[in-house]
């Protein structure tokens, strides 16, 4: 069952869903908690000022976790990390991200090189491998392979980069995230019989673009649509200017 395109929350019986933001091409960060702590799926642009917006208390992250490298899920990293430490976390961050996946990385070494002696806190930096299972909390979250590129006006499809989609659980209740992400072979089993998906929908339509596309780089709505009927409810997200 779809929920309303203006829907950013979800509350089953063990998880709890805030989606922070979405716009393609912008940014997008997605809260998934359980028992009172929480799991950010991507930190693009605002992460920060998004998360104390919603009244989110930052020692309750137990971790960050990229669907993939792309500027719009990156961006917003260096900040919050520089607030946890202004405000003196103690408690270790695992951060994860897909394997070769640089880009999060790199942030964070260079968060480091500005402040050698002065982050109180590990920053712990993990690569995720295809199906790797790890747990965050209460949350046990697997990960999925996905098609992904990116693109630029004018310049075409790009060369395809790390990118996976999660599947988050507690306690038999599961979330499942697609990322950004074309049309492959692994997006089904990641959303069937999901208590939610949460589903990439960039392109209103099919018409008027190269159909490389839809198999590399986004989904349209209707694939979208489509996938999310494999799930109990989803969620339609990282759409682009059309959501304003």
Known sequence: MPLAANDR???????QVLILFTRAGVAQQIWVSARGRGLLVDTGDGALRDLLAAGIRLDTIDGIIYTHG???????LHSLLG???????????????????????????????????????????????????????????????????????????????????????CEGETVGITGDTGMCEELPALVRDADLAILEATFA??????????TRVHLSEAMAHDLGALAKEYILVHRAERDE
């Open 70 to 76: 792309h500027f719009d899920h990156v961006g917003g």
């Open 83 to 169: 607030f946890l430490r202004m405000i003196g976390r103690q408690a270790p961050l695992p951060i994860h991200a897909p394997e070769r996946s640089t880009e999060a990385f790199a942030i964070v070494h260079n968060f480091r090189r500005c402040y050698p002696d002065s982050v109180p806190f590990e920053i712990q930096m993990r690569e995720l491998r295809p199906r790797q299972l790890v747990e965050l909390g209460a949350l046990r979250i697997e990960a999925f392979p996905v098609a992904h590129a990116g693109s630029i006006a004018g310049g075409g499809i790009l060369e395809p980069i790390p990118a996976f989609g999660y599947r988050i659980s």
């Open 205 to 214: 339509t099919t018409e008027g673009f190269d159909p490389e596309m839809f």
């Open 9 to 15: 929350t979800w509350c089953g019986k063990k998880l």
